[in-house]
């Protein structure tokens, strides 16, 4: 019961006996009305308390560690390279030409890739790019859409491992050396040396941490 109420009562009670003879003596009367004088200051004091504090800041939700969600840290990037150049050839196999040819220092292409946190140490990734023929507006590698590559995998402190149509440890290995990255003026792209099969499809690879400066990758 609050305060206002008792003291209410109690008001209440020195008025009844007030009102019936005989039933308090004038002491009591006195000694009632101080008590209740004093409770009245004493619920003054208190109301002016509460209206001077200040107002008690808003709860703030508690923060809950938890293993981070499939969504955390996404991302998705948006990508693309367009190479189209003019070509005059003279005595070549197909005699003096003038074209429009597309892929001239690299390949042209579009693709996407990005990722996601699975748990605290793990994340999936994923990567699928397509070849275009500028001059042409058709896919390259065949006419596939994603013919460049397809993938989808996990990565963590323990290496990456990544499955679908991937390019081959030997052809990146040789790239990585090609300052023409296989373009016009490139000892792969003119026959001079040969990088092997460049893609395989439904393929398993697994690239370790790099260990003391030393990688390794593999291919099923």
Do not use: C
């Not at 001077?52 to 560690?65: G, M, N, S, W």
């Not at 597309?102 to 890739?113: A, D, E, L, P």
């Not at 300052?179 to 092997?196: K, L």
Request: glycine fraction near 12%.
């Amino acid at each position: 019961m609050k305060l206002k109420q008792i003291a209410f009562a109690l008001a209440s009670v020195g008025t009844l006996l007030t009102t019936v003879p005989g039933v308090a003596q004038a002491g009591e009367l006195e000694e009632m009305k101080a008590m209740l004088q004093k409770l009245q200051s004493r619920i003054d004091q208190l109301e002016s308390q509460k209206a001077a504090a200040p107002a008690a800041p808003a709860a703030t939700p508690a923060v809950v560690a938890g293993k981070p969600s499939l969504l955390n840290n996404s991302n998705v990037t948006l990508y693309g390279k367009i190479d189209v150049f003019t070509e005059y050839d003279t005595r070549g196999s197909q005699g003096t030409r003038l074209a429009l040819e597309s892929g001239g220092m690299n390949g042209s292409r579009w693709g996407v890739k990005g990722g996601a946190d699975i748990s605290q140490e793990l994340r999936g990734i994923f990567q699928v790019e397509g070849g275009v023929f500028i001059n042409k507006g058709s896919s390259a590698q065949g006419g596939l859409l994603f013919g460049r590559q397809a993938y989808a995998g996990v990565e963590s402190k323990f290496g990456t491992f990544t499955a679908g149509r991937q390019y081959s440890p030997f052809y990146n290995m040789v790239l990585s050396f090609d300052p023409f990255e296989q373009g016009y003026g490139s000892p792969t792209n003119s026959g001079q040396f040969s990088a092997g099969t460049t893609r395989y499809d439904s393929s398993l690879v697994y690239q370790s941490p790099v260990l003391k400066g030393f990688k390794a990758t593999a291919m099923a």
